[in-house]
């Protein structure tokens, strides 16, 4: 498999941060988008940045800017269905996907997740860790095949937006990885638990 593209979705409307751009709070001295570029960009072939509105907020990381091609944020899933549509104008067969808010994820997430898809036979992969006694998958945290897109524009337009409803059809394999590998920033309070987490 050729080196996936890498898509951060940082596509969210942030409604517990109160607002704004999740990517652009500052995490010791440093933006969290600043920070999930440098874990994601090691591990694909390019980026691109998955977000809504003026695409000139981001213009000094120097990324393509994909919106969302459906109306009304319906979620992460639209965000995994605008790196696929520009991943196959591009040429990749398939796209990984990380969250913007999300700033210690493993820095072999990409690598275990095509290990995952390539054990169980399954077109997609999705992240996962254990907690109280089941796993929880993270599907923000994924390996997605682009020539599915059609398929998930179809079941987006119905309504659908649970993520693993449209995973789980289409088989989805699940990468262990460590309890605290995707702690992400939902609030203030999160944001002042990851300084410590430094």
């Known amino acids: 498999m050729q080196q996936p593209l890498g898509v951060i979705l940082a596509g969210g409307q942030a409604r517990r941060m109160g607002g704004g751009d999740k990517g652009a709070l500052i995490l010791g001295g440093r933006s969290l ?8 960009g090691p591990q694909v072939e390019r980026l691109v940045l998955n977000a809504n509105g003026d695409p000139q907020r981001f213009v000094e990381y120097g990324l393509p800017v994909v919106p969302d091609s459906l109306a009304d944020y319906p ?16 040429g990749f067969t398939h796209i990984v996907t990380a969250a913007a808010d999300t700033p210690f994820f493993p820095e072999d997430l990409t690598e275990r997740l095509t290990r995952a898809a390539e054990r169980a036979s399954t077109p997609i992969a999705l992240a996962a860790t254990q907690e109280e006694g089941r796993m929880n998958r993270h599907p923000t945290f994924g390996l997605w095949p682009v020539n599915l897109r059609a398929d998930l524009r179809a079941a987006l337009e119905d309504g659908l937006r649970k993520v693993v409803l449209w995973t789980d059809k289409h088989g989805a394999a699940s990468a262990p990885f460590d309890d605290n590998a995707f702690f992400n920033i939902n609030t203030p309070e999160d944001l002042l638990q990851a300084e410590t987490m430094l």
């Open 33 to 40: 988008l600043d920070r999930v570029i440098d874990r994601l």
């Open 75 to 90: 979620g992460p899933l639209a965000g995994v269905l605008a790196g696929m549509e520009y991943a196959a104008e591009q």
